[in-house]
């Protein structure tokens, strides 16, 4: 067996909060450390801002619908108990 660990295959992106591959993703360095971000959330701070809003309103729409999916989840899991 090897004691080597393998590189994951994607990164978590702090800004849009989901995974990417790692070829898609740049390490930032904040005040807090070190963090992933994706190179679209990147390129996306460089437009205009109505291109930026219209970015943020799909990020957002896309988290809240995943979180709308997962507490649909877990109201079904409780519901069945």
């Given at each position: 067996m090897s004691a080597e660990k393998k590189e994951p295959a994607t990164r978590y992106c702090?800004?849009?909060r989901t995974h990417h591959p790692v070829e898609e993703?740049?390490?930032l360095?904040?005040?807090t450390g070190?963090?992933?971000r994706c190179v679209k959330s990147i390129e996306a701070v460089r437009r205009s801002k109505d291109e930026r809003d219209q970015?943020?309103?799909q990020v957002s729409a896309a988290n809240q619908a995943e979180?709308?999916?997962r507490a649909r989840i877990?109201?079904?899991i409780q519901s069945e108990k």
């Open positions: 702090y800004h849009c993703m740049k390490l360095i904040t005040k070190s963090r992933w970015y943020g309103r979180a709308s999916g877990l109201n079904k």
